[in-house]
């Protein structure tokens, strides 16, 4: 199958990426927001519909698949990602997403998420976080804030969250990104952004549970409060939030007062670095509380994905090989004797 | 001059360190023989570890072959020859040894701290202990040192060669030809020919000590067996299956994706087909188990042949996916090496105690198709099988092997590829009905109504755009559904598409027709079980065998077989888990199990006593 993903699709609109299953995610539900703008964003990808596949495992987000009308997939709790794999290396021609939760790709399918990203496969990664169990009604997930009071916790979390971008960095993760559900406009160019990217695009939504976790971002949704919080990453230019700015400070950053420091000392925003240690103190900016929050894209660099090379050597060893002969002589090659 | 004698059959084990190569050189020794057109079976024996701690029983690696001028059907119960590099191989191996049998020994080992080592007091060469066995005690090591002086090779790596030296010795002994080994040992050591020539002026010092040393009076030759016209290899089970995956995927024309993780005794055949690049196949070694077989499963969604293999514990890992692809009705092979367990179990040691996995392991109502090849050379053949089962019928199909098999060989009458079944399918690429408002759609679970298969449509398919998934889905439509009735039809749609697996009839080896017990076996005890059937018939008892390799489903006929007789004996490596199924499956027939798990394969002797038993006692 043929390399090149791109196409002369017809102009798609994003109606033509509804499926005719009806929508049933709980009213409020913040993936309400984000498969309006998948699916406001897939015509950009210049892609027939039956090229794009979509491949969830389990939890509320991992129903996505169903609405969307391209080829998908719902599988089993936090294997998304392996599965994607497989059709990653075997289907070039086809532009692979996954869509998971804090639960599946963190805690039950921290495994293959951790090693989709560190292989570089060409993957869409959307992991939803709304740091709790929906779809279990409730219980606290690997990126809820410890002291978390729930149906399993009933004196307090006493486990120590994930931060996943920090996890996704140290994975090697070659494209880390985070966005808003409720940001129409930073979440349509987050998902460009990731699209672009050759190899693994690992983007976080923080998303919003209105049943059992809501208001969980509501700092950064606040016109109150997010321009304090939120830190938009813009490539090339310095880093600056309300009367905020990011410097340099010991291994780390640091979010200080723009009064106080000099213009020369705001770190400028280069999400190529190749020294993953610059998004990974990104990625410490902001703790559980949200405090200063990065969006935009952390990190995309280049570096040679899996399936291309497995593919690669595939197709060098088949170039211009009669299968059925060479399985002849693969039989009756070494030692053999006949019997008359 | 050395007398030869004629002798139709022998078994020799090599046994030695771990470190000393005694599978290499039981391998060579096999590759010799097939060559000369004997028919052999063999049986290698190892530790899990790496390099147990040197010198000592658990350290001990064995090889075993079993040669003659007739078909065999086992490696041997008891070998006639034993060659011991060192005191541990000998305590470890003795007690093996026919009465009367020969044991060649290298006197170099069997130093005071050696011997003290493996709880010998007295050094058994010298304390008439073995005054029942011919022994022959060659100093190999300084032998081989002696041999190798002119050469540029230290003392270490001349010492190393000394399993080059017995192998010498024993290929002079049984006539074999070692002229393949000198041009193997030339490939293998291409990197350092000081090393290839070291070790072939070994191999060529053992022949000419045996051919010189006056304590080899007798040499043996053990003439061609006269096995059906054909080309012959030698084949170990693991070789075969990979093989045989390789033809599924010529002979269905798609590209075959292997998702595997290594595990003992399975990860031969990801090795294997990792070589196999060529044909189209790729190989993943995934992170985990789990992930082996996802990313297998998510290939063949995509259109390929997915297959995952691996062994009991990788398997139970891996349950849920092959549950997953039961649902999604997609092909899928899953090859099970089985070993002994449970948990680690005994990792290098064969067992047969998956089968009720294989059958029951996952959760809610998810039948699969079960195979289960019955000797080295039929993993090519029902690795075939297995894909036109999965191909056809869209399902997943287990595969179980087990570690006697994976590692044994036998001679292979090689197949004509002109033979090779036609595997091809054929992929949904049009819709399939049309709605009520008379346009045409795609209903992914419209089945076809012989073989109860869904349609295949693979992403990249214009028009077709579905989505699929373990929740249950609508029969035809494949929408997701809650329905009562639906999901109670799905359950028994899926259940009789895989009840409904067309597979050949059960062959049944009655010769006298009067026979009342039936002994019924699966997979690798089929060698033991005909080789004591032989033996019985010798003694002119009557008694009739069958095997079945297809265990789910089971041939048609398997009903009207059992209901003939009065007795069906079932040796397995484990405590009764066929037994169990047909006991469940055909209530009237009464089963006599066989059962042992010392993870070593059955004896054709005990089952030869066994059996009389049954038949004495009516």
């Known amino acids: ?340 | 001059m050395n007398t030869v004698r004629q002798l139709d059959r022998v078994v020799i084990r090599f046994a030695g360190d771990s470190g000393d190569g005694m599978q290499l050189t039981g391998d060579r020794f096999t590759a010799e023989t097939a060559k000369l057109g004997n028919d052999l079976s063999t049986l290698p024996n190892y530790p899990a570890e790496i390099r147990a701690p040197a010198g000592t029983l658990p350290g001990v690696s064995s090889f075993q072959i079993h040669f003659a001028d007739t078909d065999i059907l086992t490696p041997g119960d008891q070998p006639e020859v034993l060659i011991a590099m060192n005191p541990a191989a000998l305590k470890a191996n003795i007690r093996d040894l026919k009465p009367g049998g020969t044991i060649v020994v290298n006197t170099d080992e069997f130093t005071k701290r050696n011997l003290t080592k493996v709880g010998y007091d007295d050094n058994p060469l010298e304390d008439g202990s073995l005054d029942d066995y011919q022994v022959y005690p060659v100093a190999l090591a300084t032998l081989t040192i002696g041999a190798l002086a002119e050469h540029e090779v230290s003392k270490k790596d001349a010492e190393r060669s000394k399993n080059m030296f017995a192998l010498g010795l024993v290929s002079w002994m049984y006539s074999r030809p070692t002229e393949a080994t000198e041009d193997f040992l030339r490939g293998k050591f291409k990197a350092k020919p000081v090393i290839a020539e070291a070790n072939i002026a070994a191999l060529r010092a053992g022949w000419n000590y045996g051919e010189t040393a006056e304590a080899f009076a007798v040499r043996f030759e053990i003439p061609p067996a006269k096995l059906a016209a054909g080309t012959y290899r030698n084949i170990t089970g693991n070789t075969a299956l990979a093989w045989g995956i390789t033809a599924s995927g010529v002979a269905s024309g798609l590209p075959v994706f292997l998702g595997a993780y290594p595990i003992t005794p399975a990860s031969d055949i990801l090795h294997e087909l990792s070589k196999h690049k060529r044909f189209g196949v790729t190989t993943v070694q995934a992170e985990d188990e789990i992930a082996a077989v996802g990313a297998a499963l998510g290939a063949s969604w995509g259109g390929a042949l997915g297959v995952t293999t691996s062994s009991g514990p990788g398997i139970a890992l891996k349950s849920e996916t092959i549950s997953l692809a039961v649902s999604l009705e997609l092909p899928l092979v899953v090859v099970d090496v089985q070993r002994a367990g449970p948990s680690t179990g005994m990792p290098t040691k064969t067992e047969q105690a998956d089968l009720v996995m294989a059958m029951f392991g996952r959760h809610g109502e998810a039948p699969i198709a079960v195979l289960a090849p019955q000797s080295p050379s039929d993993c090519f053949d029902i690795m075939l099988e297995a894909a036109r089962i999965a191909l056809t019928y869209r399902t997943p199909v287990m595969v179980l092997s087990d570690g006697y098999i994976a590692n044994g060989a036998e001679p292979w009458k090689l197949p004509e590829l002109a033979d090779l079944p036609d595997l091809s399918v054929e992929f949904a690429t049009e819709p399939n009905a049309v709605d009520a408002k008379g346009e045409e759609i795609f209903l992914p679970f419209q089945r076809d109504p012989v073989t109860l298969a869904r349609p295949w449509a693979v992403p990249g398919t214009p028009g077709l755009q579905h989505r699929i998934g373990g929740i249950e889905k609508a029969d035809g439509t494949g929408d997701i559904s809650y329905d009562p009735i639906n999901h109670d039809h799905m359950v028994r749609t899926r259940a009789a598409k895989i009840a409904g697996v067309e597979v050949p009839d059960l062959e049944v080896d009655d010769p006298q027709g009067d026979a009342n017990v039936l002994v019924l076996g699966w997979g690798s005890t089929w060698g033991p079980i005909g080789a004591a059937v032989r033996a019985l018939r010798e003694k002119g008892a009557s008694i009739a065998r069958a095997h079945l390799r297809y265990l789910n489903p089971m041939p048609r006929n398997t009903a009207r077989v059992l209901e003939q007789y009065d007795k069906v004996v079932v040796p397995e490596m484990n405590l009764g888990q066929l037994a169990l199924l047909l006991r469940g499956n055909f209530p009237g027939t009464e089963v006599v199990g066989y059962n042992k798990v010392r993870g070593l394969p059955f004896t054709s002797n005990e089952l030869t006593d066994a059996l009389e038993e049954v038949i004495k006692n009516g």
């Open chain 1, 1 to 340: 199958m043929a390399d090149a993903v791109k196409l002369d699709a017809p102009k798609l609109k994003a109606k033509d990426f509804k499926s005719t299953q009806e929508v049933r995610w709980c009213p409020g539900c913040g993936d309400y927001a984000i498969l309006a703008a998948v699916q406001s964003f897939l015509p950009e990808l210049g892609l027939e519909r039956e090229n794009i596949a979509f491949v969830s495992g389990i939890g509320c987000s991992s129903r996505f698949p169903y609405y969307l009308n391209t080829y998908g997939i719902h599988s089993i709790h936090g294997r998304a990602p392996a599965i994607a794999t497989g059709l990653a290396v075997s289907r070039p021609d086809l532009s692979v997403w996954v869509v998971t939760g804090d639960g599946d790709a963190l805690s039950i399918g921290g495994n293959h998420l951790i090693h989709a990203l560190r292989r570089n496969v060409n993957l869409k990664i959307l992991l939803f976080n709304n740091r709790i169990y929906g779809l279990t009604k409730g219980q606290y997930s690997p990126t809820s804030e410890p002291g978390k009071l729930t149906k399993s916790s009933p004196m307090g979390s006493v486990d120590a969250p994930f931060n996943p971008l920090s996890l996704a960095l140290g994975s090697e993760a070659t494209f880390v990104a985070r966005t808003l559900d409720s940001d129409r406009a930073h979440l349509h160019e987050v998902l460009r952004a990731a699209a672009e990217h050759e190899g693994s695009a690992f983007v976080e939504i923080y998303q919003n549970c209105p049943i059992f976790n809501d208001n969980a971002f509501e700092v950064l949704k606040n016109p109150e409060t997010r321009d304090e919080a939120i830190i938009r990453l813009k490539d090339g230019e310095p880093i600056r939030f309300g009367d905020k700015a990011v410097v340099q400070s010991g291994y780390g950053l640091q979010v200080k007062d723009a009064s106080e420091v000099d213009e020369s000392e705001v770190v400028v925003h280069k999400a190529d670095v190749e020294d993953p240690a610059y998004a990974f103190a990104l990625s410490r900016l902001s703790g559980i509380a949200l405090d200063h929050t990065p969006i935009g894209v952390f990190r995309s660099v280049k570096r040679p994905t899996y399936d291309k090379g497995v593919r690669t050597q595939v197709d060098e060893a088949a170039a211009g090989v009669d299968r059925k002969e060479a399985l002849d002589r693969l039989l009756h090659g070494g030692d053999t004797w006949t019997v008359l």
